[in-house]
């Protein structure tokens, strides 16, 4: 029998806080393909606040938040095939069906029948414990540290799968990052860096700039977001990775070179852009939305960190107590790498 503690999104916006309670019942056994995991460590992401504002329609309240964690297995059920108790383990964001036309497709991180996505349809990782179909979940090696494991999917993870399997980013190409020294900023700026690429980091605040060179950035702008693109000098970049929105996608757009590629994966401010359809036509850029990584993606992830070692950072370490503290110092910005909580 386990008895959880968990922190609970009651209802959205800021008002309130979340509360950190232990369950009055004892989490059920795994059923069918589930696991159930004892956390170590979960990353606070963007998304999680995202999701408290009640800016995606199917978020299911009340709810664990937390989609980025990382434990080892406790119990599976009956019908899990891929994993066994005592096996490390961290969180993709959600499961998938495996025969839709996107799964067949290798595209799971858009299948359309997927009912489990943690944080939103099911309970997340701001707990002691976590109970989730088995294709949420991917193994990771002993040698990762738990909060690494944790954050290692949405912030490797993402930028893996933008700048390789999206954009296809290759060694002596020019590689543009926005927010660069956030959580998937700063990873992005690393992974690109250990491709072979030159690396441009725009930051919004100049006392970031140490931070973000000693990442290896080549070129580092300071920059409100919408003018960066007017000081990149005659070489224009070969791949774009946007991890803010609004504020600086057109400057991100008009950062390409003829031909290049635009990969979107921010959505920190809940506003439209306007698009000037026919800069993309002209000059033959491609824009390109992207998520969290798939299963696939996190298995060349890990293979290639095996021989190019790359080290996130991890900017503050919270207890699950703390859980209301850590989003909101999040929502404040200005964080170096990513803030992680621990049961």
Not at 3 to 27: I, N
Not at 67 to 72: K, L, P, T, V
Not at 215 to 224: H, S
Request: charge should be neutral; hydrophobic fraction near 40%; include cysteine.
């Amino acid at each position: 029998m386990t008895r959880r503690t968990a922190a609970h999104l009651d209802a959205t916006g800021w008002a309130g806080a979340l509360t950190v309670r232990a369950d009055e019942h004892d989490l059920p056994a795994p059923v069918r393909d589930q696991l159930l995991v004892a956390v170590e460590a979960c990353g606070v992401c963007h998304r999680d606040l995202i999701d408290r504002e009640g800016r995606i329609r199917f978020l299911r309240l009340p709810i664990v938040p937390g989609h980025e964690a990382s434990g080892r297995v406790l119990q599976v059920g009956p019908d899990t095939q891929g994993f066994s108790p005592g096996d490390r383990v961290a969180t993709l964001h959600r499961d998938h069906c495996g025969v839709c036309d996107a799964c067949l497709a290798g595209e799971t991180t858009v299948c359309d029948r997927a009912a489990s996505v943690l944080g939103l349809t099911i309970d997340g990782g701001y707990a002691s414990h976590l109970l989730a179909p088995e294709r949420v979940f991917y193994r990771v090696p002993d040698q990762l540290d738990a909060p690494t494991a944790a954050v290692l999917h949405c912030t490797l993870g993402t930028a893996w799968r933008g700048l390789v399997t999206q954009a296809g980013l290759r060694s002596g190409q020019h590689a543009l990052i926005t927010g660069a020294n956030g959580g998937v900023g700063h990873a992005a700026v690393l992974l690109a860096k250990s491709l072979g690429a030159t690396v441009t980091a725009v930051i919004r605040d100049d006392a970031h700039q140490d931070f973000v060179a000693s990442l290896g950035a080549d070129q580092i702008l300071v920059d409100p977001g919408d003018t960066f693109h007017k000081r990149l000098g005659r070489r224009r970049a070969d791949v774009v990775l946007d991890t803010v929105g609004a504020t600086t996608f057109n400057a991100s757009l008009r950062s390409l070179r003829v031909g290049g590629r635009l990969v979107t994966v921010g959505n920190i401010v809940d506003a439209r852009v306007e698009l000037n359809l026919g800069y993309i036509i002209t000059f033959g850029i491609r824009v390109i939305g992207s998520s969290g990584a798939s299963g696939a993606d996190m298995e060349a992830l890990l293979s290639w960190l095996g021989s190019h070692p790359i080290g996130l950072r991890i900017a503050r370490t919270l207890e699950l107590s703390r859980a209301d503290e850590a989003q909101r110092l999040l929502r404040r910005g200005g964080l170096e790498g990513r803030v992680v909580l621990v049961p």
